[in-house]
């Protein structure tokens, strides 16, 4: 097995593959065997077959003969498996706390995988306060600061009334002192697991509060965060005959609603190049829609991986910008932590998150009337820009054409759509759009209202596969406090 193992290492997994299959018929109860043909057949794509052997390693006569570490291993990456190819998460959670235990017993003071997809998953499915327990051991075994931070502020996506998001806010506020008094240290903000106050922005309430609490105790917290670009120090207004250096910072420019919501500007003001320098900074994975907002600009830059606070800082600063454009702050980190330096004289947040950011090195806020209510401003730390209408979104899709798949436009198609949802075609759909971790708990009763209402009815929700649990969760909600005939009429539809 040693010369299999040396040769999988050296990602020579096929010539590994006989050595391997040879042991196992030597001795049915080699449970290590099974463990490296399953990381054989997953590192080869060919999941179910590598499900087939983790399940074999661990089958009866088998497991006791793993060692801690590969019995750790095995169960974590079958959870895994069942959760990302099968969406088994009541066997994945399960696999997971198997693979604790066995990391445990052998005394792995350094494993912290299955610790980590375990809070993931329970976190995903809407149980965050039993994934906080798992993230502040992944925390101390790390001795990662900003994994405690997340841990400490981390709230579910579904309530079951006000008074549940009451509660939640409480919990979040006094967590939030504890860490201030507390005091810790966030060294790699690109590498936390991400903005945990994202989920206050749906609970309906006004967060200028809050959110400058936690961007006090994240400045505190972060000293890396707060630099501050040598040209913002002295800096003289542009002359009327020098262009106006722009730049546009997001990990979302690709196919996604900030994108939708910038294309429209962004091609306004490639239009005046005389007038503008414009640069596009993208994190992440970049698409073709990422090429067609990157057209309209001057210069476009592909923060990859490998760039780190401190690099993307340097290559901020060295633009020399007058303005930088944040077209949303508080879905991930990146955006987030850059937004506490200084980078250009004016800075602004856009409404990709319709949120107020408490940060106090963002000078504007841009909404639209449609978006803001009387007095908006007390909503808002920054000062707040209001522009005319409702949304830019016509704008994308007068450049970005949107068609209905063809069939919706038949009846026939309409009753193949419904069937999916086991809903016969006589049946009136009621269908909300809405990410359903955005609908506000008081949307239940509307919903309900509607099944009262229309007797030939059914609700159907909306949900994406990273968080396809969350309107399970909602479903559960409704069975908890309305007649089972009720709740038989609502439906999930998990967008692919």
């Not at 879905?331 to 800075?347: L, T, V, W």
């Amino acid at each position: 097995m040693s010369e299999a193992q040396t040769l999988f290492h050296q990602g020579r997994g096929s010539d590994a593959e006989p050595l391997i299959r040879k042991a196992m018929d030597k001795d049915d109860t080699n449970g290590a065997a099974r463990m490296w043909l399953g990381l054989i057949l997953e590192q080869r794509g060919q999941w179910q077959n590598a499900i087939y052997a983790y399940e074999a390693a661990i089958a009866p006569g088998r497991v006791n003969s793993l060692s801690a570490n590969d019995a750790a291993m095995v169960h974590n990456n079958l959870g895994l498996l069942y959760r990302n190819k099968q969406n088994r998460h009541d066997d994945a959670e399960a696999q997971y706390l198997l693979s604790n235990a066995a990391a445990e017993r052998g005394g792995l003071t350094g494993w912290i995988h299955s610790y980590k997809n375990l809070a993931r998953l329970l976190e995903k499915n809407g149980r965050a306060r039993e994934a906080m327990p798992f993230l502040d051991i992944v925390a101390d075994k790390l001795k990662d600061d900003a994994l405690r931070y997340y841990s400490a502020l981390l709230l579910p996506y579904v309530y079951q009334d006000t008074a549940d998001i009451d509660e939640w806010r409480k919990s979040f506020k006094k967590n939030l002192r504890a860490l201030a008094k507390r005091g810790i240290s966030i060294t790699n903000p690109f590498m936390m697991e991400g903005v945990p106050q994202y989920y206050l922005s749906y609970h309906g309430r006004n967060d200028v509060k809050i959110n400058s609490e936690i961007a006090r105790l994240f400045r505190r917290s972060c000293q890396v965060c707060a630099f501050k670009a040598p040209h913002t120090i002295d800096y003289t207004p542009v002359p009327a005959d020098k262009k106006v250096r722009v730049g546009f910072i997001s990990y979302y420019f690709r196919e996604h609603s900030v994108s939708k919501m910038t294309l429209g500007l962004l091609k306004g003001i490639g239009l005046h190049r005389d007038k503008f320098h414009t640069v596009l900074y993208q994190f992440g994975y970049k698409d073709h829609i990422t090429e067609k907002l990157a057209a309209h600009m001057n210069k476009f830059m592909h923060l990859e991986r490998g760039y780190d606070l401190q690099r993307t800082q340097r290559l901020l600063a060295d633009e020399q910008l007058d303005v930088l454009v944040f077209p949303e702050i508080g879905m991930d980190p990146h955006a987030y932590s850059i937004a506490f330096g200084r980078y250009a004289p004016i800075q602004i947040a856009m409404h990709g998150h319709a949120q107020t950011t408490g940060v106090s090195t963002l000078d504007y806020y841009v909404s639209y009337k449609g978006f803001s209510e009387p007095k908006a401003q007390s909503h808002y730390s920054e000062k707040l820009l209001i522009v005319d209408g409702y949304t830019p979104l016509t704008r994308y899709y007068d450049l970005v054409p949107h068609q209905l798949s063809p069939h919706l436009y038949t009846e026939q198609g309409r009753n193949a759509f419904k069937a999916r949802f086991r809903i016969p075609s006589t049946v009136t759909v009621y269908a909300c759009l809405q990410t359903i971790f955005k609908v506000d708990p008081r949307m239940d009763q509307v919903a309900l209202r509607i099944l009262e209402g229309d007797g030939n009815s059914v609700v159907l929700f909306k949900e994406l596969p990273m968080t396809d649990q969350v309107a399970m969760c909602v479903c559960v909600c409704l069975r908890e406090r309305e007649s089972l005939c009720v709740c038989a009429r609502v439906r999930v539809w998990v967008r692919v």
